[in-house]
């Protein structure tokens, strides 16, 4: 999956200090929500059992026996109603020893007292977290299961299913009713049993089952009733007797739903067509933990099985599914049934996928796949760039992992109401209008957003589908690698499309989340269970510091080994499910780090960059020719302690004055320890550490580094290739933050720029700088604010007036051009906003025939918004163009308004949906947030409209996250933070446990800190 806003918002308004305050405590959760027994007491009843069976069967059976259930009577009726597990909660069991007491005497009053008040008290202490009172600790036996809808006993107690089952083949039929917006479905599922056990428990949510049978293997198909536990979307099939290992059981489920009215699940969709009417289709979006919603099944990543899926439809639409149809037959009713091959490959749940709607498509034979690019049909004119791409990128990978895509099909479909940026099911790979479809005439740069998505989304059918992690908390090992595969892809098969310089942005900003506290390692061995747990592993930890991660190690292996490496998981791996430890192993055996005389393998090195957060700083001090190098952990913090605990092996790369841009000027050492020493001639005049930044580290070079590099680019700014000056940049603007360097120091680099032209240092510079000005404008420092802007203009304003508002070809500098503008007009610099106003005139007296270079229609867009005719034309436009690229930027623009009723009514409308689908809010909410306007305003929004966001998008998930950033990153006052923070404790579980919301707090916290630390010097030296 790729999420909407990771590659489509404005660079994030960083943190701009320093804090390491413990996170606030939030209150548990209310005692009621909790129904089950802590791990704690169940370790203690797993370390009495006696059999050996798995984990989940050793914990439930040992314990269930304990309990002194009947589990063990194989002579009872198979009937499920008679299950013997039924058992209410023990209402005696925190009093029984206190009965054992009763005999003493005079106290008995007492005691009988005390007992009444703990049977009293029993509900809320059986069923709590905390378990019963102390005295009754020490009793292992308190396995409390929850309660079935029914008012029977669930059983099972884990929010991840037990082992005994595994699914083989999944045979699905299917009946949307696009008309009453629901679906009638059966799903036959074959599975086998692994260890000996007594019930059988999936995963069903939002399913209304009305009949079940269970048939075990040649036996009669027999009705079973199904327990639900809906608190964790489980169902469940109890048996008196053993079902045996290895016995192969069939389980037929039929039930009726409601196609979602969310964006996850079978899910309810429509847009207007060119004569205005509404259109609806159905389609599916199952990942993380929604495939349960379309239909039951074990719905987690290790349970690959094959799929047949039947869909009926009536005729006026089509179905889609992973697989080619195999066959359509006329029902008695005059609907179709369109039934698809079964899957070739075992898969997981989650990449299950179908849909029916209009849509039309075109296609292309390419190495024995079918490869179809699907749409509306008015929009089918803008699909012939992702099938070009689409194809060049299959042939690509086919080569490049050396093992071809299986399957014969592969579609790629736009969706209009689609919430993430595209989902890479296999064989059906579905996007965001915005992510797949572009005119042939626009711009490189809108063409940069496709083929971006596009490669990301085919990485997967390799990573992720191919070998797919074992769980989400490893869920880098598909996320990390298709953004790393997404960049490599295309800057060897689309060099003209200039992804180096997104792909070191954006390692840029995963290194901004991951220098707070709230950060979590990449692969997360902490629990990952809850959905919102589950939701949250979508970060830009997982997708792009994964990536950088990937990167690093691929430029210190020597060449061609990272990619033996990959090829011997693939290999190892494929239809099966892996652990970080797996990818290590496999790349190890191939390949050694190349740095190192002690031949250190790859998992020792890598280890120490997944499982832990952070990353770290490396200090340089020279004295002559003897350099030492330090390491610490990067941690943003609001006190001065120094973090010593963490240390990385990092594969420290230098150039140095004598040769400093080629890749063969390149030097390697690894630095594994605290601290150590390198030998340099004492000829040389300064070192550049980290070549091209393509090591996931920030060096400080001490004062007199410093000042012997900025010295050296004010000579000749070529001396270091564009990257490194950008990373000079960035990692002098972190260590500001930091309080490492003075505000001086940083103003000093960046005298430099003067004389930069280059895109990546150039929009480095600018969005570190405008990110210090957003934080400025949003307190009443007016002065400083005039002042700040001054000297933003004064740097680069020449350069800003020097661009050329024609078409320019080199997406290169379309970035540059569209970042210099961007920052220009938004600051009022008169030559922009009258260049915008006159292309934004042409276009109207046009009637919008005499086109604006697409780099320029935001910032065109957003100056024309600004006027009262301008906004009302831009959201004429919006209601009526089919241009997608351009819609976007309209939006965009309509959010930029400084109107309050106007930020008014464009929150609401897009909560609302309709002219604006709700799929935009992140976007609209992040754009008005930049504002001086609305970012008060929003804030108000977000806290009212919260229940009804949540009904939309999930707790946890990315644009949950992007919300909470937007809203809050600008805060940096007191009253803020308290605000903030009791907004979110007030949520309880309907968010107050996020990661989101501590990184917030986080951020605000280090705003604060950095004002009152920075403001007095920035007045003296601005
Ligand atoms: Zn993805």
Not at 56 to 71: C, H, K, T, V
Not at 467 to 492: C, H, I, K, P
Not at 985 to 1002: I, P, Y
Request: aromatic share 10%.
């Amino acid at each position: 999956m790729i999420e909407n806003s990771m590659f489509e918002e404005e660079p994030d308004v960083v943190d701009l200090a320093k804090d390491s305050t413990a996170f606030p405590e939030f209150p548990a959760l209310d005692p009621d929500e909790v129904v089950y027994e802590p791990r704690s007491s169940r370790l203690l009843v797993r370390g009495l059992g006696e059999n050996d069976l798995d984990d989940e069967e050793e914990d439930y059976e040992s314990s269930a026996r304990l309990l002194g259930m009947s589990f063990m009577n194989r002579s009872s009726t198979r009937s499920p109603s008679a299950s013997p597990y039924i058992r209410q909660a023990p209402p005696r069991s925190c009093s029984r020893p206190s009965a054992r007491m009763l005999v003493v005497g005079v106290f008995i009053l007492v005691l009988v007292t005390s007992m009444a008040m703990v049977l009293y008290f029993l509900p809320g202490c059986t069923f709590t977290k905390t378990g019963c009172p102390k005295a009754n600790s020490s009793t292992p036996m308190e396995l409390v299961y929850p309660k079935s809808t029914t008012g029977e006993m669930f059983p099972w107690n884990e929010l991840r299913l037990p082992a005994s089952v595994r699914p083989v083949n999944y045979d699905l039929s299917l009946t949307p009713n696009l008309t009453s917006m629901t679906f009638t479905g059966r799903t036959i599922i074959n599975m086998i049993i692994q260890h000996n056990t007594k019930r059988v428990v999936l995963h069903s949510s939002e399913i209304n089952i009305i009949k079940a049978t269970f048939q075990v293997g040649e036996g009669k198909s027999v009705e079973v009733k199904v327990l639900e536990y809906k608190p964790w979307q489980q169902i469940a099939v109890s048996f008196p007797g053993d079902l045996k290992e290895g016995q192969v059981c069939v389980l037929t489920l039929d039930y009726t739903a409601n196609l979602s009215h969310t964006y996850d699940g079978f899910y309810n969709s429509s847009y207007n067509d060119k004569t205005g009417a509404k259109r609806v289709l159905a389609a599916t979006q199952f990942e993380p933990q929604a495939a349960r919603k379309a239909f039951p099944c074990f719905d987690e990543p290790a349970f690959k099985a094959t799929f047949l899926v039947r869909i009926t439809r009536e005729p006026e639409y089509i179905a889609l599914s992973n697989m080619p149809k195999a066959k359509t037959t006329t029902l008695p009713s005059g609907m179709l049934e369109d039934e698809f091959e079964q899957t070739s490959v075992n898969m997981s749940t989650y990449l299950v996928a179908f849909i029916v709607a209009n849509f039309t498509s075109i296609t292309r034979n390419v190495s024995n796949t079918l490869v179809s690019v699907y749409s509306v049909p008015e929009k089918k004119e803008h699909t012939q760039y992702a099938l070009d791409t689409a194809s060049r990128l299959l042939q690509f990978y086919n080569t490049v992992f050396d093992i071809d895509y299986p399957l014969r099909k592969l579609d790629l479909v736009a969706i209009p109401d689609f919430l993430a940026g595209a989902m890479e099911n296999w064989g059906l790979i579905t996007f965001r209008e915005t992510s797949l479809l572009v005119q042939n005439q626009s711009s490189l740069l809108d063409k940069q957003l496709i083929a971006n998505v596009v490669a990301h989304e085919l990485a997967h059918q390799w990573f992720g589908n191919l070998v797919t992690m074992r769980w989400w908390n490893d869920l880098w090992l598909s996320e990390g690698f298709a953004t790393y595969w997404q960049y490599a892809s295309l800057m060897t098969e689309f060099p003209q499309l200039y992804l180096g310089n997104v792909f070191l942005e954006e390692r840029f900003k995963a290194m901004a989340k991951d220098s707070l506290n709230s950060s979590h390692p990449v692969s997360v061995s902490a629990q990952v269970t809850t959905p919102e747990q589950v939701s949250e592993m979508f970060d830009s930890i997982t997708y792009e510091k994964g990536a950088s991660l990937l990167l690093m190690l691929n430029s210190t292996l020597p060449d061609g080994q990272f990619r033996k490496g990959l090829l011997e998981y693939l290999r190892q791996y494929r239809g099966s499910n892996t652990v970080t430890d797996d990818l290590w192993n496999s790349i190890t055996r191939v390949a050694v780090v190349q740095v190192l005389p002690q031949q250190e393998s790859v998992s020792d090195m890598m280890r120490t960059w997944t499982l832990q957060k952070g990353f770290p700083l490396v200090t340089v001090s020279r004295k002559g020719g003897e350099v030492t190098l330090t390491q610490e952990h990067f941690l943003l913090s609001t006190d001065n302690t120094t973090h010593t605990s963490s240390l990385w092996h990092i594969p420290v790369t230098y150039v140095n004055d004598s040769c400093s841009s080629a890749p063969s000027c390149r030097q390697m050492f690894t630095l594994r320890n605290k601290t150590a020493t390198l030998k340099v001639s004492e000829s040389v005049k300064w070192l550049k550490l980290n070549y091209m930044n393509t090591g996931f580290y920030i060096v400080h070079y001490g004062d007199e580094g410093w000042t012997a590099l900025i010295d050296a680019l004010k000579t000749d700014v070529s001396t270091l290739t564009p990257h490194d000056r950008a990373s000079l940049i960035h990692n002098i603007f972190s260590l500001s933050r930091l309080g490492r360097v003075s505000f001086r120091q940083v103003l000093s680099l960046l005298d430099y720029t003067t004389n930069e032209t280059e895109t990546a240092p150039l929009t480095e510079a600018l969005t570190q700088l405008s990110s210090v000005y957003r934080l400025l404008d949003k307190r009443p420092e007016l002065r400083l604010v005039a002042r700040m802007k001054a000297y933003i203009l004064g740097h680069f304003g020449p350069l800003m007036d020097s661009q050329d508002w024609g078409v320019e070809e080199s997406v290169s500098s379309q970035e540059r051009r569209s970042a210099l503008l961007e920052l220009a007009c938004s600051l009022g610099r008169k030559n922009c906003t009258d260049q915008a106003t006159a292309l934004y005139e042409q276009w109207t007296n046009s009637n919008q025939t005499n086109r604006i270079p697409g780099d320029l229609q935001r910032v065109v867009f957003s100056v024309a918004a600004q006027s009262d005719s301008g906004w009302l034309s831009l959201l004429d436009t919006y209601r009526l163009t089919t241009y997608d690229s351009e819609k976007r930027k309209i939006l965009q623009a309509l959010a930029s308004t400084q109107d309050p009723r106007r930020i008014v009514w464009i929150l609401s409308t897009v909560l609302e949906g309709g002219i604006i689908h709700t799929q935009e809010l992140p976007l609209v909410i992040s754009t008005v947030s930049d504002g001086f306007a609305g970012h008060l305003f929003v804030w108000d929004f977000v806290k009212e409209s919260w229940d009804r966001i949540i009904e939309k998008f999930p707790v946890g998930s990315y644009s949950i996250q992007s919300i909470v950033k937007s809203t809050t990153s600008q805060f940096s006052t007191q009253t803020h933070l308290e605000e903030v923070q009791g907004f979110f404790s007030s949520l309880k579980e309907r968010g107050s446990q996020m990661r989101s919301v501590q990184e917030a707090l986080e951020t605000i916290r280090l705003n604060q800190h950095w004002m009152d630390r920075n403001l007095a010097t920035l007045r003296d030296w601005l």
